[in-house]
């Protein structure tokens, strides 16, 4: 294969029952912010983690559930149905409680698997009202193995009004099938996740591992062996501090406490509505 990109670092994460944390903001979210952290969720069919009401500021998600369906609700009253392939997306900006469970398939998946992974919002937008948006898999913006999750891939542009100058793609391939991948000249950062299959990138084989690649915007070669699937970011860096709450990562201190402020006033709400415990 061509030259490509050196790794600097390379995990398999911290697996907690279904869950397999594969960066968080106080460790590898630092070298490749605003990629701050990343879920993986494996369990068996049938069952799934329901994860209840919990607050978020200063960050958006985005979840990409690969097999089943999930319903999400915000502590806004907005209810929503995620079809397997689909997007969830959510700014938290300001401050927002928000709740999903799997949902019940017939016949039942064999395995639910699904990523949610974090950003770092930019201090424009980090105490921003609240936004959410829901794509069906018919309008995520394929190009040849790359399901565009956010931002671009040739003519292939996601819809969701991404703050970033960002790609985060899924990415398939088949047996001894190449991928070349060059980043936009203004993206610093990079990294990938193999989920399935063995991906050979950089001189090393990946199975199941994340890798972060040399800062730069060298164009990147894959190959795989086996039939593949990985997650693909690269993004201009964030250029400000991590400053880390329990359920929030804002730039500042004083953004940090005013997001915090703003979820407890709502945590209130939530309470006295009897939605929370």
Request: charged share 15%.
């Amino acid at each position: 294969m061509p030259s490509s990109r050196p790794l600097i670092t390379r995990t398999t994460g911290r697996r907690h029952g279904p869950i397999t944390r594969l960066m968080s903001p106080g460790d590898i979210g630092q070298l490749i912010k605003p990629f701050i952290f990343l879920d993986y969720v494996e369990a068996p069919g049938g069952g799934g983690p329901n994860f209840g009401f919990h607050p978020h500021s200063g960050i958006a998600t985005l979840t990409y559930p690969l097999t089943f369906d999930i319903q999400h609700e915000t502590s806004s009253g907005q209810v929503d149905l995620v079809r397997q392939g689909g997007i969830e997306w959510m700014a938290a900006g300001q401050g927002i409680w928000h709740r999903a469970q799997p949902m019940p398939a017939d016949p039942p998946a064999k395995a639910l698997k699904a990523f949610q992974i974090w950003f770092a919002l930019p201090p424009s937008h980090e105490l921003a009202p609240t936004s959410a948006l829901f794509l069906p898999p018919n309008e995520v913006p394929i190009a040849g193995p790359v399901r565009v999750l956010l931002g671009a891939c040739g003519e292939a542009v996601s819809p969701i009004p991404a703050p970033w100058d960002l790609n985060y793609y899924w990415v398939t391939l088949q047996d001894g099938e190449r991928w070349h991948y060059q980043p936009p000249a203004t993206h610093q950062v990079a990294w990938t996740f193999a989920q399935s299959g063995t991906l050979h990138v950089a001189g090393t084989r990946l199975v199941r591992e994340l890798a972060v690649f040399e800062d730069g915007n060298t164009g990147i070669d894959f190959k795989a062996e086996g039939d593949c699937a990985f997650l693909l970011g690269s993004a201009a860096k964030h250029p400000h501090e991590l400053v880390l709450g329990p359920y929030s990562v804002h730039s500042s201190a004083a953004t940090l406490a005013s997001g915090v402020r703003h979820i407890a006033a709502l945590g209130e709400q939530l309470q006295r509505q009897g939605r929370l415990p």
